[in-house]
Each structure stands twice: as structure tokens, then as C-alpha cells.
């Protein structure tokens, strides 16, 4: 998405194209997977000056509005994204329990059919969040490297 385009979703919110919300949506939308409040407060920081409170204002106010979507690690910590109104289609995730790294994965890899979920569930469904818990690539790679390393060694 262009600059252009985070002001139109920020004015379809309701909400003013500050430069902080701008720089914010720059650094969501413009990486490939959900990032942590941290990781966008140090992204940020990089390049200007921002507080930390600030940043987490934005987050927020950006997941009241339905711009951003916030994605839980099973922990304290969350993970935030662009919300399917952003032109994120839904989709699943996957969480690394070792990094803590969380990836999108595609929405043909787990379908899921709303539509015979909501006729069987009386409430109103807002909002599914599919999260697959494990260890990712990366991280089995280091760890048969680990392993690997100790049983060479005498």
C-alpha cells in the first residue's frame, strides 16, 4: 500500500493521518508478517524519534478502528497485522514457540467455512483468529545443528 492509501483508511476510520499513525501503518503494512509492539517501537525509533507510549496509543486506537488486527502469541505479548478491512484477506498464522517469530500462511492452507459455522453457532461471530503453535523452520535447523555439534564432539 502507498502513503496515499493509509491516509484513505485512516480518514475511512474516522481517524486523522498523524505522522506517527502514518509511520506506523508504513511499518505494518509494509512487512510480510505480524511484528510485535516492541519490534515496531524499535523499527520506528530507527529512524526518528517516537515514544514508546505513543506507539502503543496507536496500536491500539488502530484496533478499535479495525485498521490493524492484534494477533495473541499465547503469552502476554501480541502480535499486530493489517485487519482484512486493509485488504488483508483472512488468514491463518503460525507462531514459533522457541523465536517467537509468527508468520501469515495462506487462506487456502486451512480453510475454514463461516458459513456453516454461523448457522450452527447461536451468537454473533466477530472476529476467528487461527493460530498454529510450533517450532519453525529455522529454529529446527539450529537445533540440528546444536545437536549436531554434540555428538561430533568426544
Do not use: W
Amino acid at each position: 500500500m502507498s502513503p496515499r492509501d493509509y491516509q484513505a483508511l485512516l480518514a475511512e476510520a474516522g481517524l486523522s493521518a498523524t505522522e506517527n499513525r502514518l509511520r506506523v501503518l508504513e511499518v505494518v503494512g509494509g512487512n510480510g508478517y505480524p511484528l510485535s509492539a516492541g519490534d515496531i517501537y524499535r523499527i520506528l525509533a530507527r529512524s526518528a524519534p517516537v515514544n514508546r507510549v505513543t506507539v502503543y496509543r496507536i496500536l491500539e486506537r488502530m484496533v478499535r478502528h479495525g485498521i490493524l488486527e492484534r494477533l495473541s502469541t499465547g503469552g502476554r505479548a501480541f502480535h499486530y497485522g493489517l485487519a482484512a478491512i486493509a485488504g488483508q484477506p483472512p488468514h491463518p498464522h503460525f507462531y514459533c514457540t522457541r523465536c517467537g517469530h509468527m508468520d501469515c500462511l495462506s487462506p487456502a492452507s486451512l480453510p475454514l467455512d463461516t458459513t456453516r459455522l454461523q448457522r450452527t453457532f447461536p451468537g454473533q461471530i466477530e472476529k476467528i483468529e487461527i493460530r498454529l503453535d510450533g517450532i519453525c523452520k529455522n529454529c529446527l535447523r539450529k537445533m540440528e545443528l546444536e545437536t549436531g555439534k554434540r555428538r561430533a564432539a568426544p
